[in-house]
């Protein structure tokens, strides 16, 4: 039952954060107010119902994320970038940890297994974090490529790190050799398994879509059932990667990326179900973009809680300065001299490896060996310290580095201005033909609706109409229809003549026109 309430809490405390966002706070990105809901919802609540579980978080919202994620990404681009994305994920991760673990060595005097293990949990960055921290500015196309790779991969090097430096502190033996071995399978197992895995799932899926006329005209269809076992894709192969020792993370990221090739070929296959799994991935994105931060901003209350702090508050402080600062000294050098990015973009990329809640997540497995208690929460506060200043920092530098982007308000504005023009045309078009008074008026209050030119009156008074008044009769329906459709075309050709004049609103305008589509096939299905 605490499980169930635990979700239900998440996902409500998500979607709380995405409103007042949407609402009161438009320049904040979401994953910051998600982070201050979460560390305020637990703090009514007095942690109650929140208990942290690494294993349940990285399987049911980070392998999501990333295998969504993967899905934004070109596996052809992917494929030529391997390169750098072997020299940023697994030498440049390998350098920082040795740094990090020597300066805390040199500097504290800790012993070296400990020190890796503070280390190799401080090296996986997150996207989710660094898209917050870059929110609103402009981020160059390279550096943001480089970041978004980085963050993809990662995880993997991180946790088999971890794991190294665990079995050295356990057993006061260092395993190189050993450690090498366990990259290679896991990394190559991952790759292989992911692949494998995803391309029989896409071969049955094809072919289920490619049957879809037969099961139809047999009063089935299994779209849906084909769409519930894509969103849990994710999970299955995380789980089932990890049950036989291979990255889980490699394997949905690999996942993701050819599932990317096969919606580039498949967009007209099932134009219903591949519209419906975009719009359900876009939903779920959102919404477990929201929940990661409003479990770190839980977290974080957890790891302040009294229980759960370390003996030296100011050791675990001084550690994560000296973990975040060893971290982007070797970022901007290693970007500088062997990515060879010039000064100001090496700056952006170390201060953009945003440290997050998988951070967190990777601490929290400590719990499950047998570190001292005093060390585990040690390592909880310090790398606390490491998330917090990670976001703090960028965020502020990089309002006086990075160029701003126009704002959501001018967005708006000049979005609705033009939503104004387009309907009223539509509008102007329409009085030219000879409408039904009642089709008219009905028409002419749904366009207005677009740009929100109606009072909740008016709605009172149209929704009274609609339940007292009888439907018309399947001509005078299919009449209307047609005039909506002939109304939304006027309006799709007034966005097509403007479009080329408003080329940095391009994404708005696409936006614009899906909604615009869709009104129009809301019509179509009405004569079903």
């Given at each position: 039952?605490?499980?169930?309430?635990l979700?239900?809490?998440?996902?409500?405390?998500?979607?709380?954060?995405?409103?007042?966002?949407?609402?009161?706070?438009?320049?904040?990105?979401?994953?910051?107010?998600?982070?201050?809901?979460?560390?305020?919802g637990?703090?009514?609540?007095?942690?109650?119902?929140?208990?942290?579980?690494?294993?349940?978080?990285?399987?049911?919202?980070?392998?999501?994320?990333?295998f969504f994620?993967g899905?934004q990404?070109?596996?052809?681009?992917?494929?030529?970038?391997?390169k750098?994305?072997?020299?940023?994920?697994?030498?440049m991760?390998?350098?920082?940890?040795?740094?990090?673990?020597?300066?805390?060595?040199?500097?504290?005097?800790?012993?070296?297994?400990?020190?890796?293990?503070?280390?190799?949990?401080?090296?996986?960055?997150?996207?989710?974090?660094?898209e917050?921290?870059?929110?609103?500015?402009?981020?160059?196309?390279?550096?943001?490529?480089?970041?978004?790779?980085?963050?993809?991969?990662?995880?993997a090097?991180?946790?088999?790190?971890?794991?190294?430096?665990?079995?050295?502190?356990?057993s006061?033996?260092?395993?190189?050799?050993?450690?090498?071995?366990?990259?290679?399978?896991?990394?190559?197992?991952?790759?292989?398994?992911?692949?494998?895995?995803?391309?029989?799932l896409?071969?049955?899926?094809?072919?289920?879509?490619?049957?879809?006329?037969?099961?139809?005209?047999n009063?089935?269809?299994?779209?849906?059932?084909?769409l519930?076992?894509?969103?849990?894709?994710p999970?299955?192969?995380?789980?089932?990667?990890?049950?036989?020792?291979?990255?889980?993370?490699?394997?949905?990221?690999?996942?993701?990326?050819?599932?990317?090739?096969?919606?580039?070929?498949?967009?007209?296959?099932?134009?219903?179900?591949?519209?419906?799994?975009?719009?359900?991935?876009r939903?779920?994105?959102?919404?477990?973009?929201?929940?990661?931060?409003?479990?770190?901003?839980a977290?974080?209350?957890?790891v302040?809680?009294?229980?759960?702090l370390?003996?030296r508050?100011?050791?675990?402080?001084?550690?994560?300065?000296?973990?975040?600062?060893a971290?982007?000294?070797?970022?901007?050098?290693?970007?500088?001299?062997?990515?060879?990015?010039?000064?100001?973009?090496?700056?952006?990329?170390?201060?953009?490896g945003?440290?997050?809640?998988?951070?967190?997540?990777?601490?929290?497995?400590i719990?499950?060996?047998?570190?001292?208690?005093?060390?585990?929460?040690?390592?909880?506060?310090?790398?606390?310290?490491?998330?917090?200043?990670?976001?703090?920092?960028?965020t502020?530098?990089?309002?006086?580095?990075?160029?701003?982007e126009?704002?959501?308000?001018?967005?708006?504005?000049?979005?609705?201005?033009?939503?104004?023009?387009m309907?009223?045309?539509?509008?102007?078009?329409?009085?030219?033909?000879?409408?039904?008074?009642?089709?008219?008026?009905?028409?002419k209050?749904?366009l207005?609706?677009?740009?929100d030119?109606?009072?909740?009156?008016?709605?009172?008074?149209?929704?009274r109409?609609?339940?007292?008044?009888p439907?018309?009769?399947?001509?005078?329906?299919?009449?209307?229809?047609?005039?909506?459709?002939?109304?939304?075309?006027?309006?799709?050709?007034?966005?097509?003549?403007?479009?080329?004049?408003?080329?940095?609103?391009?994404?708005?305008?696409?936006?614009?026109?899906?909604?615009?589509?869709?009104?129009?096939?809301?019509?179509?299905?009405?004569?079903?």
């Amino acid at each position: 039952m605490n499980a169930v309430i635990l979700v239900i809490s998440l996902c409500l405390l998500a979607s709380l954060a995405m409103i007042i966002q949407s609402v009161f706070l438009r320049k904040i990105s979401v994953n910051y107010i998600s982070l201050v809901i979460g560390f305020i919802g637990v703090l009514l609540v007095r942690g109650k119902i929140m208990s942290f579980e690494p294993e349940l978080f990285m399987g049911l919202i980070i392998a999501p994320l990333l295998f969504f994620e993967g899905q934004q990404n070109r596996l052809y681009n992917i494929a030529r970038s391997w390169k750098s994305i072997v020299s940023i994920t697994v030498i440049m991760i390998l350098i920082a940890t040795i740094v990090a673990s020597f300066s805390l060595r040199g500097i504290l005097g800790l012993s070296l297994p400990l020190c890796f293990i503070l280390a190799a949990i401080s090296t996986p960055t997150d996207a989710t974090a660094t898209e917050s921290v870059v929110h609103g500015l402009k981020v160059p196309k390279k550096i943001s490529r480089y970041l978004k790779n980085e963050s993809l991969f990662n995880d993997a090097s991180g946790i088999i790190l971890l794991n190294m430096a665990i079995g050295w502190y356990l057993s006061k033996n260092l395993q190189i050799g050993y450690t090498f071995v366990q990259f290679i399978y896991s990394a190559l197992g991952g790759i292989i398994f992911g692949s494998v895995f995803s391309i029989l799932l896409i071969l049955i899926r094809q072919k289920l879509l490619r049957k879809n006329l037969q099961f139809v005209s047999n009063n089935y269809n299994p779209t849906t059932a084909i769409l519930i076992f894509y969103l849990l894709t994710p999970i299955l192969l995380y789980y089932f990667a990890e049950e036989i020792n291979v990255s889980g993370i490699i394997a949905v990221v690999v996942a993701g990326l050819i599932h990317n090739a096969e919606a580039e070929r498949s967009k007209l296959t099932n134009v219903a179900f591949i519209y419906n799994n975009f719009q359900s991935v876009r939903i779920l994105s959102d919404l477990l973009n929201s929940i990661v931060f409003v479990g770190l901003g839980a977290s974080l209350v957890l790891v302040l809680k009294g229980n759960l702090l370390p003996n030296r508050i100011d050791l675990a402080i001084i550690i994560g300065i000296i973990l975040y600062l060893a971290n982007v000294i070797i970022r901007y050098l290693y970007s500088f001299f062997v990515l060879r990015i010039n000064n100001k973009d090496s700056w952006i990329f170390a201060l953009g490896g945003i440290h997050g809640a998988v951070t967190f997540a990777l601490a929290y497995t400590i719990d499950q060996t047998l570190i001292s208690s005093n060390n585990f929460h040690l390592i909880l506060f310090s790398e606390a310290v490491l998330i917090i200043i990670s976001m703090i920092v960028p965020t502020v530098i990089f309002r006086f580095v990075l160029p701003k982007e126009k704002s959501d308000e001018e967005k708006e504005e000049e979005i609705n201005h033009i939503k104004e023009n387009m309907v009223n045309y539509a509008l102007n078009e329409l009085d030219k033909i000879y409408l039904p008074k009642k089709i008219h008026k009905q028409l002419k209050f749904d366009l207005k609706a677009q740009i929100d030119e109606t009072s909740m009156k008016d709605f009172l008074f149209e929704l009274r109409k609609s339940i007292n008044i009888p439907e018309g009769s399947p001509d005078e329906l299919e009449f209307r229809d047609e005039i909506y459709r002939y109304a939304f075309r006027l309006e799709r050709n007034y966005l097509g003549q403007i479009s080329q004049q408003k080329q940095e609103y391009r994404d708005e305008f696409l936006s614009l026109y899906r909604e615009i589509l869709l009104a129009e096939v809301l019509f179509l299905h009405s004569e079903d």
